[in-house]
T-cell receptor, first 114, second 111 residues
Framework: KAGVTQTPRYLIKTRGQQVTLSCSPISGHRSVSWYQQTPGQGLQFLFEYFSETQRNKGNFPGRFSGRQFSNSRSEMNVSTLELGDSALYLC?????????????FGPGTRLTVT | GDSVTQMEGPVTLSEEAFLTINCTYTATGYPSLFWYVQYPGEGLQLLLKATKADDKGSNKGFEATYRKETTSFHLEKGSVQVSDSAVYFCAFGAGSYQLTFGKGTKLSVIP
């Protein structure tokens, strides 16, 4: 079974621009979560989607948004990029997303904001 | 609030040495506990998990036991290899559709 795929793998953007990242979950998985990883803050939860509905959102500004499509694929968008948005963005999928279910991570998208 | 505390790294060990990475958590409710590993340039891989008190998760020679009384989930391996060099993350899930992670512990194993 193919793993979680994320595109693009690397991205360089300028302050003020916006960016869209894509995630395709493992086949059959309906829950998709997004995390931001930085050296200073570690891994921080952004949001989780299940059947096209956002069920939980982390403590990030409204510039960070996401959505999920009917085929469970997900996108996240960051508008008006800031230097501090430079990070590795990780997508994870699981069967239903309950707390006892393991999440499977993709390789991440490395975003650099200049 | 909810949080995970891991021992600070980096940790450097010789091949075949014993490994312990301490992890304690603060969570409401009754969380499930996980250890993830991240190799350079890659995403996180699930290493092992435990979902109830006294459960022992194990995989690839790594073990961790869910200790509810001490709110701990320490990772151990009896004999590390160079290929175990990576960053290890302790995490829990507590019913809110998200995982809460520790800061990670970088392990370097030298031949």
């Amino acid at each position: 079974k193919a793993g979680v795929t994320q595109t693009p793998r690397y991205l360089i953007k300028t302050r003020g621009q916006q960016v869209t990242l894509s995630c395709s979950p493992i086949s059959g998985h309906r829950s998709v979560s997004w995390y931001q990883q930085t050296p200073g803050q570690g891994l921080q939860f952004l949001f989780e989607y299940f059947s096209e509905t956002q069920r939980n959102k982390g403590n990030f500004p409204g510039r960070f948004s996401g959505r999920q499509f009917s085929n469970s694929r997900s996108e996240m968008n960051v508008s008006t990029l800031e230097l501090g948005d430079s990070a590795l963005y990780l997508c994870a999928s699981s069967t239903t997303g309950g707390s006892s279910y393991e999440q499977y991570f993709g390789p991440g998208t490395r975003l650099t904001v200049t | 609030g909810d949080s995970v505390t891991q021992m600070e790294g980096p940790v450097t060990l010789s091949e075949e040495a014993f490994l312990t990475i301490n992890c304690t958590y603060t969570a409401t409710g009754y969380p499930s506990l996980f250890w993830y590993v991240q190799y350079p340039g890659e995403g996180l891989q699930l290493l092992l998990k435990a979902t109830k008190a006294d459960d022992k998760g194990s995989n690839k020679g790594f073990e961790a036991t869910y200790r509810k009384e001490t709110t701990s989930f320490h990772l151990e391996k009896g004999s590390v290899q160079v290929s175990d060099s990576a960053v290890y993350f302790c995490a829990f899930g507590a019913g809110s559709y998200q995982l809460t992670f520790g800061k990670g512990t970088k392990l370097s194993v030298i031949p």
